[in-house]
DNA sequence: AAAAACTTGTCACATAGTTGTCATATTTTC
DNA sequence: GAAAATATGACAACTATGTGACAAGTTTTT
């Protein structure tokens, strides 16, 4: 019954095993799923036949050279949105320049930092429709797309109001949010609702959310309405 | 448990190692929590995917020149109303235009005084939802949007009437205040409350303060009301 | 199309936090 | 030292929020 998560599923395209290995660790570690393959040829297979979230790209691959496959995936009707970080040695400018010309959205140095691994997948994840932030140790996804949220890349069993709130709070985080506004952007400006319902659905939300630790997340603030806080323990 | 309180975040972006750390020192002695890094293209990551209060950004750093990363800044949704504070050895009043038309709020000379820096930095988050004032060797600062008021980072805990009355007294510090105009502009122009009853809540709202040593802040004017001092002479 | 499963709004009660007032103490002013 | 103004502690009323239950409405299954 305990079915796998595919959680964020991101493609590394990385010919170098031990870079693609530790690649691999740094984003499982951040609750991604990945999958890796070594050269181009072999990536068009994998891009065709599953979804990914996300793909990090070599530049130097065997096979295809890295901006042809780039080049390749932005024809493809299914494909073309799909973020790509470019990763390569060559961090000059214009070379840094034409990879992004090219149609990567962002663009990761080697040697790199795993933190800047992680950070920058996060950030090209939250441009694209995922909001993420890093939740102490916790990494909070929530997709708008797949309308699902993901707490190291396991999935939150949300209703779709609770998701809609809990977007909605983490838009700006410590930012506190009255019910009415909430009312307002969340369950819509016309809908005649009781301000209490709120409380009751931020309870159902929080009880989901404790069972990954995440209970202090929201914190209420009395008189006022409803925050997302990205450091608890205030 | 007792952790860390992350209080009022700045990101400092700036590549000459001493100067970020002079302004770390300053900084944080007066309060205020620092992160620092030396490039544009982190500073990009770690705005994406961390929540600071303000920027000092460094004209000439590598990677990125300062202008663009503004630019940039500028265009993310999330992003554009972060205060930046530009810092730059080109005094000029031209290249100071640039900096301000291209978005940023502030501009600080290189090399600066210490006392400039926290004085504008303080300034601009008191532009900006918050409002920070220098007490003795504590920053205060009361920060509208998360609804709570903290002293050299660490949380107040405020109730909701009190923490309404300090933001209306530190509003003008040094200005007295009557019982009346409190009333007015904190309990509310219709609230039919006794005169007292003001006087009951300085005494709370004290009560919390002191427990910072900030017992001295609101001083009480005989015959007229009540004041925030900025500089008690105790 | 009926049944089952799920979502969501509301209510009612429990709990907890806030605040106004009063009575009394203390301080200040003259 | 008396009068006036303010401080302070206690308390009770009040208000806001948490929470479980339930019913009405939806969607999914069968």
Not at 32 to 54: D, I, M, P, V, W
């Amino acid at each position: 019954m305990t079915k796998k998560n595919s959680s964020t599923d991101i493609l590394i395209v990385e010919d170098e095993a031990p870079i693609a290995r530790l690649m691999e660790i740094h984003l499982q570690r951040a609750g991604f799923s990945t999958k890796t393959c070594a050269n181009g040829r072999k990536a068009c297979t994998l891009l065709e036949e599953n979804h990914y979230q996300l793909m990090l790209l070599d530049r130097m691959i065997p096979g295809l050279r890295g901006l042809d496959l780039l080049r390749w995936l932005r024809k493809q009707e299914a494909l073309k949105i799909l973020p790509v970080i470019m990763v390569t040695a060559l961090a000059q400018t214009e070379e840094r320049i034409r990879g992004l010309n090219e149609g990567a959205d962002d663009y990761l140095p080697k040697p790199f930092e795993p933190d800047e691994l992680v950070a920058r997948v996060q950030a090209l994840l939250r441009r694209s429709s995922h909001q993420v932030i890093q939740q102490q140790k916790s990494t909070i996804d929530v997709n708008k797309d797949a309308m699902e949220a993901r707490v190291n890349g396991e999935r939150l069993d949300l209703r779709p109001l609770e998701f809609k709130l809990l977007r909605r709070l983490m838009k700006k985080p410590g930012k506190v949010r009255s019910r009415q506004y909430l009312l307002d952007h969340v369950w819509g400006i016309n809908a005649f609702v009781e301000e209490r319902t709120v409380d009751v659905t931020i309870k159902r939300l929080r009880k989901t959310l404790e069972k990954y630790g995440l209970g202090e997340c929201i914190v209420t603030v009395r008189g006022s309405g409803y925050r997302f806080d990205e450091k608890p323990h205030t």
